[in-house]
């Protein structure tokens, strides 16, 4: 994971030895950001030219972020934390590092389903956890949910990530809430008895074992993919090609599928609130989502902006409206259940 420490302008001049007055002409805000995307730099980019705020980015592991700004507390620099994963936004908010806002124009373009109850958090792009098989073998009869691929017809044939990573356990949390602990930890033995390999890697090595012959079915997110069919790269192009997809639960009256959300929220001890609220105002404007759409080949969290074209090429679905918080929140004893069922 690539990590920028941006150095201050007070250091900066400081290093300098250039005049200090001009520092309070200076408006910063302190992000602190567990996504790892080159692309985002252009949003900031764009907030800066919008607004005359330049953007500080200290990039990290969501859980050291939020140890980070804990140990630092009412001194952190820290004005916005965004992350990946309705597990780890829960783990923000449990660890009482966010503060409730208020927001028409986020209540108004984010779906309630992608932002905490209290706007501790925000949504600011998702990405649908489906099912991909091997185009060339055909979809597989029978698995229309995510309930199906515990089925024994599908022994020896999944590929997945270890269960402990934030997108799994997501998953087994909604699939709680759905079915129950008991049903899911069923869910849960049956898939690890599915497997064709032991968990390893992570989502991109899912589908490229399809296309490869390893297994017949791979669980991963849909841009891992999308980034595939957008790629210059013959050999990548050439696994997109192969691979298709399955959006799973659409049936009417079925909860439609896992999406999970990147989140960004104000940090409880921020001393510019104000400024950080209107920067999680901007990223879900048209240009920003735009961004998020065609750098990372995510799906945008304003209905009115389009996927990009090789995410869109997936195929259409519905969504679970399962809020994150909630299914983020049970991640911790969803990995329990998993473990015990096998699933590693």
Same mark, same amino acid.
């Given at each position: ?18 005049? $200090? ?32 705020? $330049? ?17 630092? =507390?009412? !001194? ?9 994963? =309705? ?10 590092? #966010? ?32 099912? #991909? ?34 997108? !799994? ?27 064709? $390999? ?76 104000? #400024? ?45 409206? #399962? ?22």
């Amino acid at each position: 994971m690539l990590r920028r420490h941006i150095l201050s302008l007070p250091a900066a001049l400081a290093a300098g030895g250039l005049a $200090r007055p001009a520092l309070a002409q200076e408006r910063t805000l302190a992000l602190y950001s567990s996504r790892h995307y080159d692309t985002d730099r252009a949003l900031y980019d764009g907030f800066t030219a919008e607004t005359g705020t $330049r953007i500080r980015l200290i990039e990290g592991d969501a859980d050291q972020l939020i140890a980070r700004i804990q140990s630092e =507390g009412a !001194n952190t620099p820290a004005d916005v934390l965004i992350t990946v994963d =309705g597990a780890r936004l829960a783990r923000a908010v449990a660890a009482g590092i #966010m503060a409730p806002t208020t927001s028409e124009v986020l209540n108004r373009r984010v779906p309630a389903s992608l932002r905490d109850p209290e706007g501790q958090w925000y949504g600011v792009s998702t990405r649908a956890r489906v099912v #991909m098989f091997s185009k060339e073998k055909g979809r597989p009869a029978g698995l229309d949910r995510y309930e199906d691929l515990a089925k024994p017809a599908f022994r020896g044939q999944i590929l997945v990530r270890a269960a402990a990573h934030p997108y !799994n356990t997501s998953l087994m949390a909604s699939i709680m809430v759905a079915d129950g602990e008991q049903a899911a930890e069923a869910w849960a033995r049956g898939v690890a008895e599915n497997l064709a $390999r032991p968990p390893q890697g992570g989502d991109t090595p899912q589908f490229q074992g399809v296309a490869a012959g390893v297994g017949s079915l791979a669980i991963a997110n849909t841009y891992y993919l999308a980034r595939f069919g957008a790629s210059s790269n013959p050999a990548e192009k050439a696994v997109y090609d192969k691979i298709g997809v399955i959006f799973p639960n659409q049936a009417p009256g079925d909860r439609g599928a896992h999406v999970n959300v990147s989140g960004a929220g104000v940090v409880r001890s921020s001393s510019n609130k104000e #400024m950080a609220l209107k920067f999680i105002e901007y990223l879900t404007g048209p240009r920003a989502q735009e961004l998020f759409a065609n750098g990372n080949f995510e799906y945008p969290v304003v209905a009115d902006v389009a996927p990009h074209p090789a995410l869109a090429a997936l195929g259409t679905f519905r969504a679970d409206q #399962m809020n994150a918080q909630r299914f983020g929140a049970l991640a911790p004893q969803a990995l329990q259940i998993m473990q015990r069922a096998g699933w590693r």
